[in-house]
């Protein structure tokens, strides 16, 4: 049986058992509660590996493996940036956001939590809030199909408009289904897959080049994390990779598994849970982008992102006309399913978080207050089609990089939401005004940093964030903090209401 055969039956097995889980819970997402959060009733590890492996997407498993395979390992700070965001939030957030959503009007998603919090009843902060998810999850999502299609282009051989169309349509077909706890529970079985895949690989690909003498094949400029490429690592570039760890604060998909929690107690067992899944899964991306370029030194230019695709190749199928390390075509072609569950257990969260919005935040919200819970999934459903359309078309260039795409959203999200999360939890002076002030001045500030060309470079318009190299995701965090404690001060306080509220939920 040739290994082309192997990876068909592997990825049809794989992707039927995802579609099976979300045909599943198709009838048990009666309401709108069961859709978006399944009921509340995600155990430990469902809550914890959900929220991983919703998080780190096929930017873990291709994106940050081919940046440290171009650049070396001074772009490991990313990843320390984010395993210390990824403690904080758990720790700092989980357990109070859970708790304050139920308290706050039993609230579904982030932007109806602002405006139960704040009492906003001009639904200015809901309307607000669902446009970012809107803007910047239409752009996440593009950069986990891109990945996807990237994938299918590299294993397949065929042309990247289809290998991106059948990355959509396997990612569309379960999330329409089964909404939040079919997303939830297939992302348990991708992110164990994902780790088994990122932990395997590379002690393969080390022992095969042996060891450390196959490693002194790199320059000592490529292993020093304080060098990226030719040059030194500068400040700016140590605090924009760091400062990714901020996001987190303000990721709906996140945050929202955080809500679906059933106890504290389970709170802190995902705590637990969380922390060693995400310790290991970046220190074996940093690693196996190090690995990959003594292993695979002549991947292509433009093509760095498919060295972890590439060493499952080399190692289990055979590449380029070689034989396989160890020719386990089976093996090889499930540790490729992990790659696609990294994609999968992203955008499909991503679809729903953005469906929500549409439905919850902006339709029910805003147009009909009215709508019964089987028309809001029906709804919800249509929402994801249409949003997975326009994704489709923000990644359809095949030479976009998830790398920029994720960077470019996460910054948005970080931005608009981190900042207000955090003081909705711990500031009991926070109000309507300053959150509002927040979310715009945030998500605005990474728009104009990261987007519109303004600032003369050698007689050419760039954005600030080529000009000053810094990621926008520090000054629109810091600027979205000032101007939610600014404006917050200078206008009323909150309404005892809302103060007891918050002494009732923190204690």
Not at 47 to 76: E, F, H, I, K, N
Not at 352 to 358: E, Q
Not at 437 to 442: K, L, Q
Not at 496 to 503: C, D, G, H, T, V
Request: glycine share 10%; with cysteine; charged share 10%.
């Amino acid at each position: 049986m040739t290994n082309i055969i192997w990876i068909i039956i592997t990825f049809v097995i794989y992707t039927g058992a995802m579609i099976f889980i979300g045909g599943f819970f198709y009838n048990k997402s009666n309401n709108i509660s069961d859709y978006f959060l399944g009921g509340r009733s995600l155990n430990a590890w469902v809550g914890a590996l959900s929220a991983q492996a919703s998080d780190m997407s096929g930017w873990l498993l291709m994106g940050l493996p081919g940046a440290v395979y171009a650049l070396g390992t001074g772009q490991m700070w990313i990843a320390v940036g984010l395993a210390i965001g990824t403690m904080l939030n758990w720790i700092f957030v989980a357990r109070r956001l859970r708790n304050y959503t139920i308290k706050s009007g039993d609230s579904l998603t982030i932007p109806e939590f602002f405006e139960n919090r704040f009492r906003d009843t001009s639904r200015v902060i809901r309307t607000a809030s669902a446009v970012f998810i809107i803007i910047f999850f239409a752009v996440y999502t593009a950069s986990a199909f891109v990945a996807g299609g990237k994938l299918f282009e590299q294993i397949f051989q065929v042309d990247y408009q289809l290998a991106l169309f059948i990355s959509v349509l396997i990612i569309l077909v379960y999330t329409f289904l089964g909404g939040f706890q079919a997303v939830c529970w297939t992302d348990l079985i991708q992110g164990i897959l994902m780790l088994i895949a990122i932990l395997t690989v590379p002690i393969i690909a080390y022992i095969s080049i042996g060891g450390m003498e196959g490693m002194a094949v790199l320059s000592p400029d490529f292993l020093n994390p304080m060098r990226e490429g030719a040059s030194s690592v500068s400040g700016i570039s140590i605090i924009s990779q760091l400062a990714w760890g901020l996001g987190y604060f303000g990721m709906p998909h996140i945050l929202v598994r955080f809500m679906a929690i059933r106890s504290d107690k389970e709170v802190k067992r995902s705590i637990v849970i969380a922390g060693v899944w995400v310790v290991l899964s970046l220190a074996f991306a940093i690693v196996t982008g190090a690995v990959g370029k003594a292993f695979l030194p002549s991947i292509a230019s433009g093509s760095e992102e498919t060295v972890f695709i590439q060493m499952i190749q080399k190692i289990f199928l055979g590449l380029n006309g070689e034989s396989a390390l160890i020719p386990l075509p089976f093996l090889g072609a499930l540790f490729l399913c992990g790659i696609l569950a990294a994609i999968m257990s992203t955008a499909d969260s991503q679809l729903l978080v953005t469906a929500s919005s549409v439905t919850d935040d902006i339709y029910k919200g805003l147009i009909n207050k009215k709508a019964n819970d089987k028309f809001l999934v029906t709804f919800s459903r249509i929402t994801v089609l249409i949003v997975a359309i326009i994704a489709y078309f923000i990644a359809i260039n095949p030479n976009s990089s998830v790398m920029q795409l994720v960077s470019n959203a996460w910054a948005g999200f970080g931005a608009a939401f981190g900042p207000l999360v955090l003081l909705s939890l711990y500031w009991k002076r926070t109000n309507r005004n300053g959150a509002v002030a927040g979310i715009v001045t945030g998500g605005l500030t990474v728009i104009i940093w990261e987007y519109l060309p303004f600032v003369a470079s050698e007689g050419t318009r760039v954005t600030l964030s080529v000009f000053t190299k810094l990621y926008s995701i520090v000054p629109g965090f810091i600027i979205s903090m000032i101007c939610i404690i600014a404006v917050t001060l200078l206008t009323k306080k909150p309404s005892a209401e809302i103060q007891k509220e918050f002494e009732e939920v923190i204690g």
